[in-house]
């Protein structure tokens, strides 16, 4: 059946002067596909690519609802006019763009580049791609009014992104992200569309390459932010790190700084190396998966490595593996890393007296609760913000003010992302990756494992687990059935979680927190709205979130167990996420009706 918006909307396009005959043909081509290339014509049509608060994802193709240069040349025009409406400095401060290894990642540099410049804006864009870190870094460095970063994270081969930060080097967030969305939504047409050609941007010297001297400045920020590194030249040449980019853009920039940090025993995953849009080494660059280790994990058996690292495609995520009692290498869950970091900083630091009177660990509210707990007991401020690392940046810059007497010590979330320096306001994997090294060596010092010292976390904190159950809906009849999914649970929730009463229900969208016996509002978060439920039990939470970026409907599972035996308290905490996760699924069912 023939979706007749879509159709109408595809006919616009193929009759658009200003769309290359390739990408006509593109579409056109799906005519002879028959049921599947109506379904595939829909999917590409029925709506327009959305500009969220962070920018585009989506998957590479001729449509509205895909991405190309004419979705990327439409957010870029949108960005430029409300650079614009910030008048003439902040257009002579200019954009700094970068971009990771992505299929069409530098044409979509390119063209961000070239609308800026046709908008009289300047443009400072890495000539070869780098890790998001570096962006933000460059847009602090170079005291420019926005930045933008082509990549797609750690999403399959066909999807690519585009990524706004402001100032700051954050992410932007009220008001500029609706400021912005705002005149992306007002561009129209891509006639509309301003673009110098790349010769008329160099020679009104509106388009600028940004130098080495912009990594070398960003590495020393790292070695410098080293908080033992006495103890590195001492020891770092003793342990062996095995590192995979994972065909990402770490490579650019992991080893030059555990080398320079004083790891001189750094083996890189040949296989690996090679930055490559396909990853054809796994089936998905996400180091949270299994699955993405298997090739790391085999260096680091050949040469007994100390520590196993590997981050996403554009290095603002890592993840680590590190061998047990018996030798045999664990892959650390992204709340663990978060763990053994809170720890590792807020130890350090009162060992080289650098703790400040009133530090702050910053977390999300999806996140476990083990390095809240852990950095209370260290005595600092935790601060919980809404998932995604622009509100951890939000945080940050509050500190920045003159009379704020608040230290940033740490920024975390589960899904892999840390930060160790607030003179980078986003997820950091290349300083996250030393800061890891670190703590190996501060362990060994301390007569311990990192295997060892999470063991000895969990007895003094109890022990904590997590599973993040996700459920892909594609396409528009996939996100009518995400809202019915959080519509449902805001108002006929699971009564239970692994045998045990729900006891309170927050909505983030009013912010209420509800005891569910009486009804009664019992506390209030104060956080900007969010589509986002949580579900609280007996040493239990279920959280349920719409990713942003991809056709996914989230739950986090979280739990706890005081068990003192580790063996036993695994068990237990297993056998309520399995309980939990099940409950996830027959309620999924239930509002879908699928079995």
């Not at 109506?38 to 509205?64: C, H, M, N, P």
């Not at 864009?125 to 962006?135: C, D, K, V």
């Not at 992306?184 to 940004?210: C, M, P, Q, S």
Request: with cysteine; aromatic share 8%.
């Amino acid at each position: 059946m023939k979706d007749v918006d879509a159709r109408t909307a595809a006919e616009k396009w193929i009759n658009d002067p200003a769309i290359a005959d390739a990408d006509k043909a593109e579409i056109e081509a799906l005519d002879a596909q028959g049921a599947q290339g109506e379904a595939e014509l829909t999917d590409r049509f029925y709506k327009s690519l959305d500009f969220g608060t962070g920018g585009l994802r989506g998957v590479i193709g001729a449509g509205l609802n895909r991405m190309n240069v004419y979705t990327v040349g439409a957010a870029a025009q949108g960005l430029a006019n409300y650079i614009k409406r910030q008048g003439e400095p902040a257009m002579a401060a200019g954009v700094a763009i970068a971009y990771d290894c992505r299929r069409m990642s530098p044409e979509f540099a390119l063209r961000t580049a070239l609308v800026m410049s046709g908008n009289g804006i300047n443009a400072f864009l890495f000539p070869q791609l780098r890790p998001t870190p570096t962006l933000s870094f460059a847009v602090r460095h170079f005291g420019c009014i926005a930045g933008v970063v082509v990549t797609a994270s750690h999403n399959p081969p066909e999807y690519n992104g585009f990524k706004v930060y402001w100032r700051d080097g954050a992410q932007v967030v009220p008001p500029h992200d609706r400021g912005i969305i705002e005149e992306v939504r007002k561009v129209g047409g891509f006639a509309n569309v301003n673009a110098d050609d790349e010769r008329t941007a160099r020679a009104n010297r509106r388009l600028k390459d940004i130098g080495p001297e912009v990594d070398a400045a960003y590495l020393q920020v790292v070695t410098d932010d080293c908080l033992i590194p006495d103890l590195i030249r001492e020891h770092g040449g003793d342990v062996k790190i095995v590192f995979s980019s994972l065909h990402g853009t770490g490579g650019a920039m992991v080893p030059a700084a555990l080398q320079q940090r004083g790891f001189t025993n750094v083996i890189e995953v040949a296989e690996q190396a090679e930055p490559d849009g396909e990853f054809p080494t796994v089936a998905s660059p996400n180091p949270e998966e299994a699955a993405a280790w298997e090739i790391p994990l085999r260096y680091a058996r050949e040469h007994q490595a100390d520590l196993v690292i590997a981050t996403d495609p554009d290095a603002d995520r890592v993840g680590a593996a590190v061998p047990d009692e018996n030798g045999e290498y664990q892959l650390l869950t992204g709340n663990r890393i978060a763990a053994l970091l809170t720890d590792y900083i807020c130890a350090a630091r009162k060992q080289v007296e650098q703790m400040p009177a009133h530090g702050v660990v910053l977390s999300t509210v999806v996140s476990s609760d083990q390095m809240k707990d852990i950095a209370r007991a260290h005595g600092c401020e935790v601060i919980e913000t809404l998932t995604g690392f622009k509100w951890i940046a939000e945080q940050i810059a509050k500190f920045d003010a003159p009379d704020d007497d608040r230290t940033f010590l740490f920024g975390a979330e589960e899904s892999y992302g840390y930060l160790p320096s607030s003179k980078v306001r986003d997820k950091d994997a290349v300083a996250s990756a030393t800061f890891l090294a670190d703590a190996l060596i501060f362990a060994r010092t301390q007569g311990k494992s990192l295997w060892q010292w999470l063991n000895a976390l969990y007895a003094q904190h109890g022990f904590f687990e997590e599973f993040t159950k996700s459920i892909t809906l594609k396409g528009k009849s996939g996100a009518d059935q995400i809202r019915n999914i959080m519509s449902t649970i805001r108002i006929d929730p699971p009564k239970e979680l692994a045998g045990q009463p729900v006891e309170r229900i927050a909505d983030l969208s009013t912010g209420e927190v509800r005891d569910v016996k009486t009804g009664a509002v019992v506390d209030q978060y104060r956080l900007p709205a969010a589509d986002v439920v949580m579900l609280t039990g007996d040493g239990c939470k279920l959280i349920a979130r719409p990713s942003g970026t991809e056709p996914k409907i989230k739950f986090y599972v979280l739990v706890r167990s005081d068990e003192k035996d580790i063996a036993r308290a695994k068990a237990d905490a297993q056998a309520r996420i399995e309980s939990i996760t099940a409950t996830v699924v027959e309620f999924v069912e239930r509002v879908t009706g699928a079995e």
